[in-house]
């Protein structure tokens, strides 16, 4: 992974840096040891790792204004931080930067029922934010499958989606407002509790901008009331194409199940293996669950079935209980797991549009033939939404390498068949180098440009999202 | 007027300006916003037709000077919608003309459904737009979950054309409703009818339209037959307080929603019409304030009360009696003595908003001005 030269003017002066930044926090808070600093050296993409110069751990937006200041001033390079769960490597360091993680930013700050809205700080996890107001029948709704450990601050620099997005939408549609401090250490206000904001839409722009336009340390989100009660059911079948057609059909049909799961042989028999969640031997299975009253989920799953008889599934099981729903989730929340007992794996995160769904499974078959590379697909078929997980052997020379042609190879196919290279995940490091085959050098200049606007020194995370080429230019500047 | 036939013409009718143009869709939407002071109009309306309608894929690909008529006549027939259920403004501007689907997006307009699929931004999936320098540029794409670069997806939805022309635009449809009612509660005044409003929101009932006007309390809700029947009996008993009627009626519903969304009712007053997004509960002492003050003034509440329409008799700036109010005041039709669209009062924010325009318009040609 080529990362930038590390600045040696700004790695002879770690230690003045130290001191400034121990001005501003308390000692604990700036780690500057090589033994500590360990922890920081790599997010869940763990295959790339760096040492950072420093990593602080700020406690206040004041805080986090200071060090960003002193960054600014230093020409210091900073990666913000959430939990360290990128599977892009958005959080991954350079040897000369300080690494701003806000997890000690975890406060839940105003709830507020009546205006459906919860306040909080930027290092809160996401399921917590959930946790925070599910007593009281609410909770937030994208949900990542990192959702336990992802802070929220990760989630807006992604813009996260997760299992449940065909209703509910992403991070941006469920963000009214942050707190953010731009790089020079100035706070703004971006958005609030109303819906419309004067001007343009800021909020959507730094939603998702890999935590390159700014360090978010509070949000305001949307939270829901949440449905009386939710229930899959779980439909195989003997080829893809047919389980394709089907979730075309389930669409067409006006229902709008808020999750569409999509698993094929590999990953069903990987999962069945650890989990023993009783699926059946199919080459296809889908999960399709609805939300709702108990009438109401009648009402839309006797819909979904007549659809799915329709393509003459091998098999289809209609939850009745709530033991039986964890059942047939349960294989599919462990495939990744299941999938990292067997093998190391690299996981994929291109979207497609879902009438591509039958020839990219069949073109991934091929291109697992010629790598020699095996691969499990597990998905949201709603959004088309892919994970093909590759399967190789981190202790073999070349498999990696090889794995991640491979991989750039199935992103592209992706991108051709008019999807993109990420979904969910983020660019990262990871796809950075992809970016052209999606994007034209004007497409690109124009999302530099908007950096240039909130970053004009390029000192914010700035190694990320763009091929390294395109950018040298202004990181140099 | 100039109406090029091709993005690339575009791209080089706009390379070749140096003069300040104004944008031009429909032309219904003329009156939103500030004047623009320019020499040369650029339309549209050859930019024109649907590129891709893929039913089983909730997705619409549409050139941006195509007539709204017209994307929902071809959605109707594959039985999608638009989700955010845009506004007509001709009523209310008295403005003549159609609505383009470009227009739509240049100025977000999102109708009662926002509170629950989102606005239209949330809607819009991709954009190909043709920047103040002429570069032609795509972004996002023609599939729901994307976060591939920096999403100007959304930073374009609302930008008034100030940050380029769109010329082609990707959006998430959503299927219609099989059945639709509407709960209506009498009596109620703006704060009940506020604080219902919120209840119900805050129910697990999925309310897509959540309104209050006159002493009467909107609740909408959408969905197949089975559903609509019961989510309708438990807002019932939710409000069974209250004197209640409801709508079930399709085509009453549709003309009820829609001249909610139109804003019909204030569209033939000779008052100035504002636009005010709020936290939904602090609306009635909006309003309350200006009773006080002796303004004389009507509301119309939609987003569960975070969306008001005042009607104001003209003259009268209604900022000057919400100083310090938390959201956004924007003057919609008439004279409130001062700009109908003011800049925010942040100076970092405004310092971003320029830099946004200057890099994207660096001769400051494309609707100068239009907002704030």
């Not at chain 2, 623009?36 to 309608?53: F, P, R």
């Not at chain 2, 941006?64 to 638009?82: C, F, H, I």
């Not at chain 2, 737009?129 to 972004?139: E, H, L, Q, S």
């Not at chain 2, 794409?141 to 930008?159: E, F, H, I, P, W």
Request: aromatic share 4%; glycine share 10%; proline share 4%.
């Amino acid at each position: 992974m080529d990362m930038p030269t590390p600045s040696a003017a700004v790695l002879n002066k770690k230690a003045h840096i130290v001191r400034r930044l121990a001005k501003v926090l308390p000692i604990e808070s700036v780690i500057s040891e090589e033994n500590e600093t360990r922890a920081y050296e790599c997010d869940a993409l763990t295959a790339y790792r760096c040492l950072p110069m420093i990593a602080v751990l700020p406690e206040t937006t004041k805080q986090v204004s200071d060090i960003l200041r002193i960054c600014h001033e230093e020409g210091v390079p900073v990666v913000p931080r959430g939990s360290g769960t990128s599977l892009a490597g958005g959080a991954m360091p350079t040897a000369d930067c300080v690494i701003l993680g806000v997890a000690k930013l975890n406060d839940v700050l105003e709830t507020d029922y009546d205006n459906r809205l919860i306040r909080v700080q930027s290092g809160r996890t996401n399921l917590s934010v959930s946790g925070a107001v599910e007593e009281d029948g609410f909770f937030y709704a994208p949900d990542p499958s990192s959702q336990l450990a992802c802070a929220i601050a990760g989630n807006i620099g992604m813009n996260s989606g997760g299992a449940h997005c065909l209703k509910y939408g992403v991070t941006t549609n469920n963000l009214m407002g942050v707190t953010m401090v731009m790089m020079d250490g100035e706070i703004v206000e971006i958005g609030g509790g109303h819906l419309d904001s004067p001007g343009l839409d800021l909020l959507g722009l730094i939603c998702g901008s890999e935590g390159q336009l700014g360090v978010v340390t509070e949000a305001t989100l949307r939270i829901l009331s949440k449905p009386v009660g939710a229930r899959p059911v779980l439909i195989a079948f003997d080829e893809n194409e047919v389980a394709g057609a089907c979730v075309a059909d389930i669409i067409k049909s006006g229902v709008l199940p808020v999750a569409m799961e999509f698993m094929d042989r590999l990953c069903i028999e990987t999962s069945e293996n650890f989990s023993n969640a009783g699926y059946p031997d199919a080459e296809a299975l889908l999960i399709v669950e609805v939300e709702g009253s108990e009438l109401e989920i009648e009402e839309q799953l006797t819909k979904i079935i007549a659809i799915a008889q329709k393509h003459n599934p091998i098999e289809l099981r209609e939850s009745k209980s709530e033991e039986e729903s964890a059942k047939i989730w349960l294989g599919r929340k462990s495939a990744f797991g299941a999938i990292g007992q067997i093998s190391d794996y690299m996981c994929l995160d291109g979207t497609i549009p879902v009438s591509e769904l039958p020839y990219v499974l069949k073109r991934i078959g091929e291109i697992s033939d010629e790598y020699g590379l095996r691969v499990g697909n597990v998905f949201h078929a709603g959004d088309g939404n892919m994970h093909p997980l590759i399967l190789f052997d981190a202790n073999k020379p070349g498999d990696l390498e090889n794995c991640e042609k491979m991989g750039a190879e199935i992103l592209r196919l992706c991108v051709e068949v008019g999807g993109c290279l990420t979904g969910e995940h983020g660019v990262g490091v990871e796809k950075r180098d992809l970016m052209f085959d999606q994007y034209s050098e004007q497409d690109i200049e124009a999302q530099l440009k908007v950096k240039d606007v909130f970053d004009p020194k390029w000192l914010l995370n700035g190694a990320k999202v763009f091929p390294l080429i395109s950018t040298q230019d202004r990181r140099a500047a | 007027m100039i109406s090029p036939s091709s993005e690339v013409e575009l791209s080089e009718l706009l390379l070749d300006s140096s003069e300040p143009i104004r944008i031009i869709g429909g032309g219904t939407r003329q009156n939103l916003g500030n004047n623009v002071q320019s020499k040369k109009n650029i339309s549209t309306s050859k930019l024109t037709g649907i590129t891709l309608l893929e039913p089983a894929a909730l997705t619409l690909v549409v050139r941006s000077g195509t007539p709204l008529a017209v994307v929902k006549k071809s959605l109707d027939e594959v039985n999608q919608q638009l989700p955010f259920e845009p506004m007509d403004h001709c009523d209310l501007l008295g403005s003549s003309g159609y609505s383009t689907i470009g227009g739509v997006v240049a100025c977000n307009i999102s109708g009662s459904r926002r509170i629950q699929t989102g606005a239209c931004r949330d809607s819009l999936i991709g954009v190909r737009f043709v920047d103040g320098m002429g570069a032609i540029i795509k972004n996002g794409g023609r599939v729901m979950k994307n976060v591939t670069g920096y999403d100007l997806v959304k930073l374009m939805a609302g930008s008034y054309g100030t940050l380029g022309v769109m010329t082609e635009l990707s959006f998430k449809l959503l299927p219609k409703p099989e059945a639709t009612a509407t709960i209506i509660l009498h009596g109620l005044n703006d704060e009940e009818g506020v604080a219902a409003l919120c209840k119900a929101l805050g129910s697990p009932n999925d309310v897509s339209g959540a309104a209050h006007f006159n002493n009467e309390t909107l609740i909408r809700i959408e969905g197949f037959t089975g559903s609509i029947s019961y989510r309708t009996e438990t807002l019932k008993k939710l409000f069974s307080k209250y004197e209640i009627s409801v709508v079930t009626d399709t085509k009453k519903n549709k003309e009820l929603w829609n001249s909610i969304g139109n804003v019909s009712t204030f569209s033939k007053t000779e008052t100035s019409i504002w636009r005010l997004s709020v936290k939904p509960t602090s609306g009635p002492k909006i309003m309350d304030t200006l009773l006080k003050s002796g303004i004389k003034a009507e509301a119309l509440y939609d987003w569960g009360g975070g969306l008001i329409y005042l009607s104001v008799p003209d003259n009268i700036n209604i900022r000057d009696h919400l100083f310090g109010m938390q959201g956004h005041i924007t003057l919609v039709r008439g004279n409130g003595g001062g700009a109908k669209v003011m800049p925010l009062k942040n100076n970092l924010i405004t310092e971003i908003e320029e830099g946004l325009r200057n890099k994207f318009d660096p001769r400051k040609i494309l609707n100068v001005g239009i907002m704030g």
